[in-house]
């Protein structure tokens, strides 16, 4: 349940904005199957004491709610600090976070895992992300619901709320907030709110109005008492000039929007309208989008996993899958089939389990190893892009696709297995990359 709680004895709850969280019954992190769609799912994490002080170790329990759901799991990773298991939690420690090893039924239409937390020594803040399920343990991927969210908590300092903010203008993204150590903002964040457009550094409250069609002092109002700004020859009319028509001398003040001129630079092909900076880059062997690349990202692809690759061209036929490699235990779809780390080679006396090979004493190991996950359908760094996509309902039995929320595989009583989630690679490569 996506929701910002207030500010709370120094800790404050804040949400992500949507998005799906990926499953796999076997333990794989990937984000490509998407089989328990998405859908809202309460999420609640407190810390007992409910002030941290640095050096502390506090128990942290999460809290998942449905009305609808029989049973849940999660997977979950903080920023800082060193997280723990508890006995009795059901709860796993793997790369990059923890996990469930087995679902807790709802009662009172919730379920509770705790871990430990221990807090660095020096003041500072924590955020705890957290990918939900909560299934309704038919065994199969339908009416399951899949939610995530994250929660700030800072120790031993007063809290702050800053806001994300790509341009770095000193203004954010009044919907991406995050608690933080009162005084210097953390790196990418902004001590104020209310950026209109967090692409461009020249737009932000209290900027200078340019008479340039953009709300740039982000008051709702676009060119009010505008200032006007230096416009250029536009002879394709598409809104930028190239550089042989900023340096042809014919420049002029003005608004945007003049017929046969234009405010915005970096047309690479003047004469043509549909190629300027701010078209759509489309597979035709032209850069419509001048950025110095010719169909980036949109050439057809195909393979599976490590296989996956990118067209030469714009025709399908010229796509040639790469070629598979040995099965690792490692998240991933080396030998190509379209299944993760399905007999995975492991040292002698250790299972696959969630990208790792662990003992099989383990009592964090599922019943059946948990090895073998389902198809991958993408996630794939190595050999191409990411793909993702799914919604609810898009696998109806645990055959189609590895992903069940019930039974583990080959009947055993694994429930809902280890659920991991692939979209904290994605969701760190979109804020590194600055993809909004």
């Known amino acids: 349940m996506r929701r910002i ?48 002080n640095p050096g502390q170790s506090v128990t942290v329990t999460v809290t998942i709610s449905s ?12 920023n800082t600090g060193d997280a723990s298991t508890l006995a009795g939690q059901g709860l796993a420690e ?11 039924a709802l009662s009172g ?41 994250a929660f700030d908590f800072v120790y031993g300092c007063a809290p702050q709320t800053y806001w994300r903010d790509f341009d770095g203008d000193g203004f954010g993204r009044t919907n991406l907030p995050r608690t933080h150590c009162a005084g210097a903002a953390p790196e990418g964040y902004a001590a104020e709110p209310d950026d209109c457009d967090d692409n461009r550094a020249d737009t932000h409250p209290g900027a200078p ?30 809104g930028y000039y190239g550089q042989a028509e900023y340096e042809s001398g014919d420049t002029i003040m003005g608004c945007v929007g003049l017929p046969g001129y234009a405010g915005l630079s970096g047309d690479c092909r003047p004469e043509d309208p549909a190629i300027n900076p701010g078209a759509e880059e489309v597979c035709n062997g032209f850069d419509d989008d001048c950025d110095a690349d010719v ?41 190509c089939d379209g299944i993760v780390d399905e007999e995975a080679a492991c040292p002698e006396g250790q299972v696959c389990q ?13 019943d059946d190893g948990g090895s073998v996950g389902g198809s991958e359908a993408g996630g794939s760094e190595a050999g191409g892009s990411a793909t993702g996509g799914g919604s609810a309902g898009q696998a109806d039995d645990a055959g189609a696709g590895g992903c069940a ?32």
Not at 213 to 221: F, K, L, V, Y
């Open 295 to 335: 169909d980036e990202r949109v050439r057809p692809q195909c393979g599976e996993g490590w296989c996956r690759r990118e067209s030469v061209n714009c025709d399908p036929a010229a796509c040639t899958p790469g070629e598979p490699r040995a099965e690792e235990c490692n998240f991933f779809d080396d030998d």
């Open 109 to 149: 239409d919730q379920a509770q895992f705790s871990f430990q937390w221990a807090a660095p020594a020096a003041p500072g803040a924590v955020r705890f992300e957290v990918w939900a399920v909560a299934a309704n343990g038919n065994n199969g991927s339908s009416g399951d619901a899949a939610d995530d969210a």
């Open 67 to 78: 009305p609808t759901a029989a049973e849940a799991g999660l997977f979950l990773q903080s």
């Open 405 to 436: 929320c019930g039974q583990g595989r080959g009947g055993g009583a694994a429930g809902l297995a280890v659920l991991l989630v692939g979209l904290w690679r994605p969701r760190r490569r979109r804020e590194q990359e600055g993809i909004r």
């Open 354 to 366: 969630a990208g790792e090979c662990r003992s099989a004493d383990d009592p964090g190991v599922l």
């Open 5 to 52: 709680v207030p500010l709370v004895l120094g800790l404050a709850a804040v949400a992500l904005p949507a998005r799906h969280a990926w499953a796999h019954s076997g333990g794989v992190n990937g984000s490509g199957c998407g089989c328990h769609g998405s859908g809202t799912v309460g999420i609640d994490v407190t810390t007992s004491p409910a002030v941290i």
């Open 94 to 104: 793997v790369m990059a976070g923890l996990t469930h090893t087995q679902p807790k």
């Open 209 to 238: 109005e340019y008479c340039n069609q953009i709300d740039d002092d982000c008051d709702t109002e676009i060119d009010e008492d505008a200032i006007p700004v230096d416009l250029y020859p536009d002879g394709d009319g598409d």
